[in-house]
C-alpha cells in the first residue's frame, strides 16, 4: 500500500497534477465534446441508479449507526426520483450555451497590433462539499461544461454515494473521449486532504465550498486559494413611505416566510415611518407563523411582537423569525443597511421610483431589489442554468455565480512583426 | 498621544472605517466631480512641486546615510520633471473614459422582472508599495477614478515624500468636495501595520502590492484579504519554423534586449529545429550584448553560447542573459512552456497561421502573442491609459490591471411586485 506513506500534500499534488494535464486536454476540446460527456454521464447515473442507491443505503445505515439528525439523514438520502433529478440537472448543464470563446473585447493599437479578450477555463477547481452526494454531479457539471477539471472532496458520511455517482460520471465522460481526469474525487476521508487542497496555491485555482457556514468559515480561514465564498445572507426588505400596502404585505410574507431556510430569505424588515398599513404587514407575518422581534415603535403596533435585542439586527435566522424596526426616511433605512447587511440580497417596495432608484444605487450588495421579493435571490431564478454558489464576495464574481463565474480571460495579441520602441 | 495604546489592528481598522464611508460618498459622487478632484489633485502636486523636493531631500539624505544602493537612491529621487509627469499621470487618470456604470448584462425574465450587471466600485483598496514614491499618486488616483477608497502605504525610506505627496493630492480632492478619506497614507513605517492591512478581512477588499518578489512574496504569504499580485514574467518567445528571419530576428531581439529589466522582457528563447535561421538570431542576440545559455543543439550552432543548466529554463533573469533551447515542433514547443512559464506572457514568430492559432489557443497564459514583442505586456501599450499592475493570478483581472479591474459589478432587480411561487 502506496498510500499509507504518502502525506495528503502527496496526494493532493498528485492530482492536480493529472487534473491540470486534463484541464489542458478539455480547453482544446470542442463545446460539442463536452456537452455529450455531460449527455452521457447523464445516462450513465440513469442506468447505475441501483448501484447508486446500494452505495447510498451503506451510507444512510453507518449516518444511523452514527447518529446523525433526521435532518441530515434527509440531506444524505438519494432514491429513483432523486437521481433522476440529478441527472437531468446535468444534461441541463449540457445543454446551456457555450461560456468559453467569447471575445469580451477587441482593439486594434495605432502600430497595427490587434488586441482580444477572450474567454478561457479557470483551469482546476476544487470542491469541498458536505452531506448532498448531488453536489458530485452537479458540480463537477458546471465545471466540466466551463472547461475546467474538478477534484472533489465531499462529506465523509457521503463517501459511498459520491464515490458511485463519481463512478457514473467518469464512465460518461470517458465514452466522450474526454480525459477522466477531468473530474476525480479526493479517495481519502481524512480531513488533512481538505488542509492540503486549501493550501495548494499554484495547483488548484480557485476552491468552492458548498455547505454550512462553519465549512464555509474553515475554508475562508485556512485557504491560501482563492475562494469563492457565500457568508451570510443578512438581507433587509425596506418598505418605503410610498409603498402600495397590498403588495407590500405580499412581498414581505413571499420574502420572509416562502422558504425560511434559503439564503435569499428576508431576515430584517425595515417600515418607513411614513407607510401607513405598517400593522397590517405585521399582523399577515405573523398570521403565517412568523415571530417579530420588534423595537419599540414596531412593537407598539402589535403586542404579539416580542422586544429585539442589539443582536438581532445582525442574526440571520434562516427560520420563521424576523426583526423589525420602524426608520424616519430612506436616508435612515440606508444607514441600517450600511451597519447590518452581509451585502446579499436586499430590496426596497416603493412606488416613488427616485427613491427607489436611489436605494439601488446607493446600496452596496451583490443583488439589490425593487418590489420583488428577495427569495428571487438564486441562479436558476436569474435565468444563469445553474449556480455553482452565490458569491457574497466582491471580486470575480458576485451574486448567483453559474458558468460565466468559472472562467476567466486572456489576452490574444496578433501582430505583424511589432517591435515596442 | 492616543496613538501609544494603539495597536496596528486597532489603526487599520479606524482608518478602513473612515475609508468605507468615503468610498459610499465616492460611489454617489458623480464621474465628473471625480475627473475634478484628480484634475485639481495633478494641480496641487504643481503647486506644491517646492514643499515635495524639499521633503524628497530629506528623505534622500536619510536613504544616503542608511547606505542605499544607487539604484534605489534613483528610483526615490524627485525632482520637478518627475513631479511634473506625476501630475500629468494624475491628469491622464482624470481623462480616461469612466469605468463605473456601465451595464454589462441585461435580461427580463419570464415574470417581467428585469435583471441588469452594473459595473460599480470595489470599495477599500490597500497599495502596499516599496521606494516611488509616485505610486501615492499613481495609485491613488486610479483607485478613486474607479470609485474606491484607498489606504496607502508605502516604503520607510520615501515617508517625508510620500505624506508631501499625500498632503498635495488630498487638498486637490478637498477642493472638489470630495472626501479626503478616499485617499489615506498609513502615519506609520511600523511594518506590523502591513500586517495588519493584510489581515484587514472584511475591511479592506482587496490589496495590490507594487514592487519587488520579497514583497509581493509576503503579502502572498500573509494576506487574508484578496490579493491582486504580480509574480514571475518568465516569458517565452518561440520561433516556428515557418517564422520570417528577419522577423524573427528583430523581434527575439527587441523581446529580449530593449529593456532586459520589466517583467514583459522575453527570458527564454525556443528556436524550432526547421528554423533554417536560428545561428543569425543567436549571433544578433550575442553582437548585442546578450549572454546567451544554450542546450547541445544551440551551443553547437554558435561557440559563444555557454551551457544551460536545469534552472536556467526556470529563471527570470530581468538582465542580458537569455536561455535558449531547440524544439521539433510546436507539441515540443507547448510542453516546453506548459512546463516552465509563468503565464505571464508568452509569443509564436510564425508565418503558418493555423501553426500561430494553435499556439494562441494552447498556451495557458495571461498575454500570449503572435509576430509581436513580449515587451508590449504593458497597460499603457494595450490602450488602457495606465496600470496598477499586472496580474499573473487567474481570477477577477488577468494581465495588465487598468480602471476596469478596480471595479465590481452588483445585480439590479427592477420587478413590479413578483412574490416567488
Not at 18 to 44: M, V, W
Not at 125 to 146: K, M, Q, W
Request: a negative charge; one cysteine or more.
Amino acid at each position: 500500500m502506496n498510500d499509507m506513506t504518502q502525506t495528503p500534500e502527496m496526494l493532493i499534488a498528485a492530482m492536480a497534477a493529472r487534473a491540470r494535464k486534463a484541464s489542458h486536454a478539455l480547453s482544446l476540446a470542442s463545446d460539442a465534446q463536452k456537452a455529450r460527456g455531460l449527455e452521457l454521464a447523464a445516462q450513465a447515473l440513469r442506468d447505475h441508479g441501483d448501484a447508486i442507491c446500494r452505495a447510498n443505503a451503506q451510507d444512510m445505515d453507518n449516518a444511523a449507526e452514527r447518529g446523525l439528525s433526521p435532518a441530515l439523514l434527509d440531506r444524505l438520502k438519494l432514491d429513483t426520483a432523486r437521481i433522476e433529478g440529478t441527472a437531468a440537472g446535468v444534461e441541463q448543464v449540457a445543454r446551456l450555451p457555450n461560456p468559453l470563446g467569447e471575445t469580451i473585447s477587441e482593439t486594434t493599437r495605432p502600430n497595427g497590433m490587434v488586441l482580444q479578450r477572450v474567454r478561457v477555463p479557470l483551469g482546476v477547481i476544487g470542491i469541498i462539499y458536505e452531506s448532498r452526494p448531488n453536489v458530485t454531479a452537479d458540480a463537477a457539471a458546471l465545471c466540466l461544461r466551463a472547461g475546467n477539471a474538478a477534484i472533489l472532496r465531499g462529506g465523509s458520511e457521503a463517501v459511498e454515494s459520491n464515490r458511485a455517482i463519481h463512478a457514473a460520471m467518469a464512465e460518461g465522460i470517458a465514452a466522450a473521449d474526454l480525459p477522466v481526469d477531468a473530474i476525480q474525487i479526493v479517495p481519502t476521508t481524512d480531513r488533512a486532504a481538505v488542509g492540503a487542497m486549501l493550501r495548494a496555491s499554484g495547483l488548484i485555482d480557485l476552491i468552492v465550498p458548498r455547505g454550512g457556514k462553519s465549512l464555509v468559515a474553515r475554508v475562508q480561514e485556512e485557504a491560501r486559494v482563492p475562494v469563492l465564498a457565500h457568508l451570510d445572507g443578512m438581507n433587509t426588505s425596506y418598505v418605503h413611505g410610498s409603498a402600495d400596502p397590498q403588495m407590500a404585505r405580499e412581498l414581505i410574507l413571499n420574502a420572509k416566510m416562502r422558504r425560511t431556510g434559503i439564503c435569499g430569505a428576508t431576515e430584517t424588515v425595515l417600515f418607513d415611518a411614513a407607510f401607513p398599513a405598517t400593522k397590517d404587514v405585521l399582523a399577515a407575518l405573523i398570521d403565517a407563523g412568523c415571530a417579530v422581534r420588534g423595537d419599540e415603535a414596531i412593537r407598539a403596533l402589535d403586542p404579539r411582537v416580542t422586544p429585539a435585542t442589539d443582536e438581532d439586527w445582525d442574526t440571520e435566522y434562516l427560520d420563521a423569525i424576523v426583526a423589525a424596526a420602524q426608520v424616519n426616511g430612506l436616508d435612515e433605512a440606508l444607514d441600517h443597511i450600511a451597519a447590518h447587511s452581509s451585502h446579499h440580497t436586499d430590496a426596497i417596495v416603493a412606488e416613488d421610483a427616485e427613491a427607489a432608484e436611489r436605494f439601488l444605487n446607493a446600496v452596496d450588495s451583490a443583488i439589490v431589489m425593487w418590489n420583488a421579493s428577495t427569495q428571487f435571490a438564486d441562479g436558476g431564478e436569474f435565468g444563469l442554468g445553474a449556480e455553482i454558489g452565490i458569491s457574497t464576495g466582491r471580486l470575480h464574481a458576485r451574486g448567483p455565480v453559474a458558468l460565466e463565474g468559472l472562467t476567466t480571460y486572456k489576452w490574444v495579441v496578433r501582430g505583424t512583426g511589432q517591435t515596442r520602441p
